[in-house]
């Protein structure tokens, strides 16, 4: 039972990413998903999140009309597109799954967790 997160780099501000997370071993196609990042020394923090079905998705205010999320449910794969990223993205990206219920935008509503992919965006 794992999340495996790849597609981090290094980039410049203005660039784009495409970050994927693909699951095994759990029941993904039933349940929400979503995406955190953690930047040094700070807590981590809601970025996406998207229901089982990829209907209504949520956002952070700081990504929203930037970042997309979006799920393949046949490949056990969500993915998280990153557009017109800034220096202030940059961060240890995590993606979480097992919806546990309360809010999508609480790290203590996921029972699964990957083990993260950095994002470096240079001014």
């Known amino acids: 039972e794992q999340l495996v997160e790849s597609g981090g780099g290094l980039v410049q501000a203005g660039d784009s990413l495409r970050l994927s997370c693909v699951a095994s071993g759990l029941t993904f196609s039933s349940s929400a998903a979503g995406w955190f990042r953690q930047a040094t020394g700070k807590e981590r923090e809601f970025v996406a999140a998207?229901?089982?079905?990829?209907?209504?998705?949520n956002y952070a205010g700081s990504v929203k009309g930037r970042f997309t999320i979006s799920r393949d449910n046949v490949r056990n794969t969500v993915y998280l597109q990153m557009n017109s990223l800034k220096p202030e993205d940059t961060a240890v990206y995590y993606c979480?799954?097992?919806?546990?219920?309360?809010?999508?935008?609480?790290?203590?509503?996921?029972?699964?967790w990957g083990q993260g992919t950095l994002v470096t965006v240079s001014s």
């Open positions: 998207i229901p089982w079905n990829g209907g209504t998705t």
């Open positions: 979480a799954a097992q919806f546990l219920g309360s809010g999508v935008g609480s790290p203590t509503s996921y029972g699964y």
